[in-house]
């Protein structure tokens, strides 16, 4: 009676070892292994603002870039680069910053003279932002 007993018990073990782990994981194991693309910055989600659009000459301009991943999750630790055709981004064309744990990039436009400035960002040096902004300097 005893080895029926161990054999049943041993039936099922494996038994409920199966479906504990069919239900758990029903996902294909490869999933698991495969590098998600959460971390991935999107081009189409991620923002960039700009306040004021219109400015004086010599004013200060806040432009915000806001880095998300295509599901809309903010990613920190990106690097942001914004460029500029038209007056400067703390002193040059361009500027680097690292996005905060919001996704956050705060940079700073300024100009000298009258025009209108386009300004782009690019996430981790390849992912240009779908969307610009124009900021004019009167």
Avoid: C, H, Y
């Amino acid at each position: 009676m005893d080895k029926k007993f161990i054999a049943l018990m041993v039936l099922f073990v494996v038994v409920f070892g199966v479906f504990v782990t069919t239900t758990l994981f029903s996902k294909n194991f490869s999933g698991f292994a495969r590098a998600s693309g959460a971390a991935d910055p999107s081009a189409q989600t991620s923002l960039i603002f700009a306040w004021p659009l219109t400015a004086k000459v010599g004013d200060k301009v806040e432009v915000n870039v806001f880095v998300r991943s295509a599901s809309n999750a903010p990613l920190d630790k990106k690097q942001v680069k914004l460029t500029t055709n038209f007056g400067s981004i703390s002193g040059s064309p361009e500027s680097i910053a690292e996005s905060d744990k919001t996704g956050k990039v705060s940079f700073v436009l300024t100009s000298d003279a009258a025009g209108m400035a386009e300004l782009s960002a690019f996430v981790s040096s390849n992912v240009q932002l779908a969307q610009k902004v124009t900021v004019k300097f009167e």
